[in-house]
C-alpha cells in the first residue's frame, strides 16, 4: 500500500473515531518538502506541537491574524500564501476550528494556485 492509499484509509478510520497509529501521518509528510499549518489558533497550536513532537519538520503557520501571532510553538506565522514555497512540494495543513471557514479556504487556495 502506497502513501496515499495509506493516508486515505487513515482519513476514513479518523473519520469514524477510530484509533490510528500517528506514523501513518509522518510518513505521508515526507513526500513534501514543506508543511504549513494553516490556522495559529487552538487546533492548529495542537496540531502543530503533536506534528513536532512526531518529528514532522513543520516550515511555518499561515494566519489571518499573523501581525498580531508572530509566533506559534516557536515558528514563525506568516499572512497566508507568504513565503518562499514551493506550491507543488508543499503541504498545508487546514487547521481553523470554523468549519463555515472551510469552503472559503478552499476556494482561496485553488485561487492561488495551490492543490
Known sequence: MDNLDEMGDFLAGAHHGERLDPQ???????????VVIWGAGNLGTAVGSKLLELGVPVSCYWDTQAERIKTCNGLGVTPPFT??????????LFCIGNVA???NVFRQLAENGWK
Open 101 to 103: 471557514i472551510g469552503p
Open 24 to 34: 501513518i501521518i509522518v510518513r505521508f509528510t515526507r513526500n513534501f518538502d514543506s
Open 83 to 92: 513565503g518562499d514555497l514551493r506550491k507543488e512540494t508543499t503541504l498545508v
